[in-house]
């Protein structure tokens, strides 16, 4: 019993960091405007860049096509959203 109850607990701790928020507290850049060309495939959706916090400062990451996981699939888009006093990241998702 003390085996499993050592390996919850093990398994919420390595867990629990990726809960985490960095809160950022020097706002974004505006985004990059970005043209890209015509998708690789068809059906393919065109998903826009964003800029990353690498820990010092913002860095941007290019946009790119990819394949949706069903038919009707959203892209929602990464952003920055302003939170406790800072900037946190939300990263993009297919909804």
Same mark, same amino acid.
């Given at each position: 019993?003390?085996?499993?109850?050592?390996?919850?607990?093990? =398994?919420? =701790?390595?867990?629990? /960091?990726?809960?985490?928020?960095?809160?950022?507290?020097?706002? @974004?850049? @505006?985004?990059?405007?970005? $043209?890209?060309?015509? @998708? @690789?495939?068809? +059906?393919?959706?065109?998903?826009?860049?964003? $800029?990353?916090?690498?820990?010092?400062? *913002?860095?941007?990451?290019?946009?790119? *096509?990819?394949?949706?996981? $069903? /038919?009707?699939?959203?892209?929602?888009?990464?952003?920055? =959203?302003?939170? $406790? +006093?800072?900037?946190?990241?939300?990263? +993009?998702?297919?909804?």
């Amino acid at each position: 019993m003390k085996k499993f109850a050592l390996a919850g607990i093990l =398994a919420c =701790a390595l867990a629990a /960091p990726s809960f985490a928020q960095v809160v950022v507290r020097v706002a @974004p850049p @505006p985004v990059v405007v970005e $043209h890209p060309g015509p @998708p @690789p495939h068809a +059906g393919y959706i065109w998903t826009g860049g964003y $800029h990353r916090w690498d820990g010092n400062r *913002y860095v941007w990451v290019p946009g790119r *096509y990819m394949a949706p996981p $069903h /038919p009707r699939a959203e892209w929602v888009p990464a952003h920055w =959203a302003e939170r $406790h +006093g800072g900037w946190v990241f939300v990263e +993009g998702h297919w909804r």
